[in-house]
């Protein structure tokens, strides 16, 4: 062969060559997958207030202060005891007003919360701190507690395990996907790269709540809280799927 041949055989390689990756087809398409879970944890947060007492008392004298303290105490003890509630930090501030610039303490402001997480098995335990709680503080004239609100909320954990679910879900049935655009462009595709979002649509739902209301202090003993009614949440994904076609 000359030099002239084997460079027209080269150029006609090229050709050919070029042809097939022109016949190359990329696919990127987005797919939606969802799915509806029910949360599986209950969320309420209890609080302890100054009672209408505390809040007119004036300056506060360090027997009450201490008696406030002392109660404060035994509820976080109670607390560590059920191990469903965390937090108990508090602060006891003076309310303060000014009356033509006369500074004049009109009594004080205690801020005191518990965060609860339990399953709907736990609300029993969840009842009784509640009840010990109200005996600590109805021993206590210079503090109030307000009925908890209670409500089920879906956590992160919940979201990060259904964004798994569905993904393994819809890997099932990426081997369709191709079968399905080989048949529309009369080709062979085959998926090269499928991720799904980082951030996952969860879809708003009422929150029920139980029958008692926040803002009502408890009186007269504890009554059972019942767990409020659960309602779905749907979790949605959005999966890329890149397909190259030949």
């Known amino acids: 062969n000359t030099k002239g041949d084997r460079m027209k055989y080269i150029l006609l390689a090229s050709i050919f060559i070029n042809i097939i990756f022109a016949n190359d087809l990329v696919i990127t398409k987005k797919f939606i997958t969802s799915k509806e879970i029910e949360p599986k944890f209950l969320f309420a947060n209890i609080r302890i207030e100054s009672s209408s007492t ?14 406030i303290i002392t109660t404060l105490n035994d509820v976080i003890n109670e607390t560590q005891n059920s191990k469903i509630c965390k937090g108990g930090s508090f602060s006891i501030t003076p309310i303060i007003n000014y009356d033509k610039d006369k500074r004049k303490t ?6 005191f919360n518990l965060n609860c997480k339990f399953t709907k098995d736990d609300l029993s335990t ?5 009840s010990n709680i109200n005996d600590a503080i109805s021993k206590n004239k210079l503090l109030s507690l307000p009925q908890p609100s209670m409500n089920y909320r879906i956590t992160e954990d919940e979201i990060e395990i259904t964004k798994g679910e569905l993904f393994d879900g819809f890997l099932g049935e990426v ?4 079968n399905k655009y080989s048949k529309i462009l009369n080709k062979s595709c085959k998926s090269s790269n499928i991720n799904y979002g980082e951030n996952p649509k969860v879809s708003q739902v009422a929150t029920f709540k139980s029958v ?4 009502s202090a408890i009186a007269n003993g504890i009554i059972p809280t019942s767990a409020p009614i659960v309602d779905t949440t749907r979790i949605t994904i959005d999966v890329i799927v890149q397909l190259n076609c030949k």
């Open 126 to 130: 969840y009842n009784k701190l509640l």
């Open 54 to 67: 505390l809040r007119n008392i004036g300056e506060l004298k360090n027997s009450d202060r201490e008696e």
């Open 106 to 111: 009109i009594g004080q402001n205690v801020n």
């Open 212 to 215: 008692m209301s926040a803002d």
């Open 175 to 178: 081997r369709e996907i191709e």
